[in-house]
């Protein structure tokens, strides 16, 4: 995918998941995997949006590449999806 898309990827589905938390309210999440999946597609569009604007993020006084925070919040995303 080019880069100058992600962000419009991003902000399409921050918008999909807003539009479907507001079309159903809180009852959809009601579970653990609802919240992890729901929490993951937000993280996932974040880092979209993210990654198509700025090629890095400094964290302290290190540079780290936007693709490792993907690689980072995917092992997270799993981590918690394997221990429910």
């Keep these: 995918m080019k880069r100058r898309i992600a962000p419009l990827l991003g902000v399409v589905i921050l918008g999909s998941v807003s539009a479907y938390l507001a079309a159903f309210g809180p009852s959809v999440r009601t579970g653990l995997l609802a919240i992890a999946l729901f929490v993951g597609v937000v993280l ?21 590449p936007w693709n490792a925070l993907v690689a980072i919040s995917t092992g997270i995303g799993l981590a918690v999806a394997t221990s429910l």
Excluded: E, M, Q, W
Excluded at 51 to 59: E, P
């Design 44 to 64: 996932s569009a974040v880092l979209f949006v993210v990654g198509g604007i700025v090629d890095s993020v400094s964290v302290g006084d290190r540079t780290v």
